[in-house]
């Protein structure tokens, strides 16, 4: 489903982050005295990269909400400019000032939302189902495969670590650049791949 201007993904932001608040509760209820840190509401081992749970109530919703809109949220529209409005709406919902506006960039993206691919290995053998459908000699895919292996790798580290101050969002920028980049070289082998799959299920008009 096409995301538009984003205003079921900040609905989403918001209860996801409601919900991440009151586990972080309970979590202090089970260990009252100890420190419990964002985000995944575990104890507090002294690390100065640790993101201890605001006390004030206002304050943690907002921590909750930039945790969601940087790990939970996905979207894809084929109107750059509702995507650009997605961006603002999210940016807004989470107070993030200290934050560039790209902040959400790795997650809502330009493109269609019916069409492209859904696991990595169709592109590896340029086949829809290449569980079932005969596949190609794979000296022609482990051509473009360690491309696909490297942007998993780049969007895996990009989302493993939560954003706390400007390194930490200058480092998000450049795995994506990174992952952006590997994408971009397998790019003209989807394009050959769904052109050929249509092809074939097009229906001559005469």
Not at 15 to 26: H, S
Not at 55 to 78: M, S
Not at 176 to 194: H, K, L, Q, S, T
Not at 200 to 205: C, D, E, Q, S
């Given at each position: ?53 605001p ?6 919703l ?27 709406s ?54 473009w ?38 994408i ?23």
């Amino acid at each position: 489903m096409a995301m538009g201007s984003g205003a079921f993904l900040v609905q989403t932001c918001r209860y996801l982050a409601g919900k991440l608040v009151e586990a972080w509760q309970q979590a202090e209820a089970e260990h009252p005295g100890q420190v419990v840190i964002a985000p995944e509401g575990t104890l507090s081992g002294a690390r100065p990269d640790e993101c201890p749970i605001p006390k004030d109530l206002d304050e943690r919703l907002l921590v909750a909400r930039q945790i969601v809109a940087d790990r939970c949220l996905y979207g894809v529209d084929k109107n750059p400019l509702a995507v650009e409005m997605a961006k603002l709406s999210l940016w807004l919902v989470t107070l993030a000032k200290g934050r560039p506006f790209t902040f959400v960039d790795h997650a809502l993206k330009w493109g269609d939302s019916l069409l492209g691919i859904t696991r990595p290995e169709q592109i590896e053998f340029l086949k829809l189902n290449p569980e079932k459908e005969a596949v190609q000699l794979r000296t022609v895919s482990d051509r473009w495969k360690p491309f696909v292996q490297r942007a998993i790798a780049k969007r895996q580290e990009l989302e493993n670590f939560s954003v706390s101050d400007i390194a930490d969002i200058q480092k998000k920028e450049q795995l994506n650049r990174e992952a952006e980049a590997a994408i971009a070289m397998c790019g003209m082998w989807v394009i050959f791949w769904w052109q050929r799959h249509w092809r074939r299920r097009a229906k001559p008009l005469i």
